[in-house]
């Protein structure tokens, strides 16, 4: 069965430090990979999508992610993390049966001033 | 470009009840999908609807339904409520001729079940 893991479930890093998320897949067939960040009480918020093409992808506010076949991973990255990036952030991977997306446990990420 | 847009924010029911919660999509997009977020996990899949009907599903129980509206706005009904559907109900929609994985949620109905 498809699943995503997020191995963090919790990460602090302090505001202007970089940032890394981890994410692994695990999917038969070349994955449509999204990653979402979820601020408190609210809904998702798309911050990049992988399809295909080139495996380093820009996204939203600084973002970016990088698709490791390999390594059936597909991490989200930033250089200098700001206070507000301080939320909850879910990797998903699409392409399944249903059209659904199947979601990670989500990391939660703290910023330290 | 209106986003989507789901009622109630809130709501509270007591065990044995039925629900109906509300999703209109955004404007262009034509499929909506549902998900169950439970607190400090992931969202599960529902069900995906597209032309009014279902078009997947996932391990959710009967009792779980849906509907899709010629405007493509959708409404999710639970019947016989149990404590632990108390969760935060997520509608997203996408356009099924570009790529219907492409999902767009709402803020979501935070339901408890009492």
């Known amino acids: 069965a498809q699943s995503v893991t997020q191995p963090d479930i919790h990460i602090t890093v302090s505001e202007g430090a970089s940032l890394e998320l981890r994410c692994n897949y695990s999917?038969?067939?070349?994955?449509?990979l999204f990653w979402y960040v979820q601020s408190p009480g609210q809904g998702l918020q798309l911050l990049l999508k992988?399809?295909?093409?080139?495996?380093l992808v820009q996204g939203i506010k600084g973002f970016e992610a990088e698709f490791k076949r390999s390594q059936s991973s597909f991490n989200l990255r930033k250089p200098s993390v700001h206070w507000s990036d301080a939320a909850e952030y879910f990797c998903?991977?699409?392409?399944?049966?249903?059209?659904?997306?199947?979601f990670g446990a989500g990391t939660i990420l703290r910023v330290k001033s | 470009e209106t986003g989507v847009t789901q009622s109630p924010t809130h709501l509270i029911k007591t065990r044995g009840q039925q629900v109906t919660l509300r999703c209109s999509s955004q404007s262009g997009h034509n499929t909506v999908s549902w998900y169950q977020q439970a607190l400090g996990q992931g969202p599960q899949f529902i069900f995906q609807y597209y032309r009014e009907e279902e078009n997947g599903r996932g391990n959710f129980p009967p009792r779980f339904s849906g509907l899709q509206f010629p405007n493509y706005s959708s409404e999710l009904k639970v019947n016989a409520l149990e404590l632990d559907d108390s969760a935060l109900y997520l509608c997203?929609?996408?356009?099924?001729?570009?790529?219907?994985?492409?999902?767009?949620f709402g803020p979501g109905t935070r339901l408890t079940v009492t």
């Open positions: 999917y038969g067939a070349t994955p449509y």
């Open positions: 992988y399809f295909s093409g080139d495996t």
């Open positions: 997203a929609s996408s356009s099924f001729q570009r790529e219907a994985y492409e999902q767009y």
């Open positions: 998903a991977v699409g392409g399944l049966s249903g059209n659904k997306l199947v």
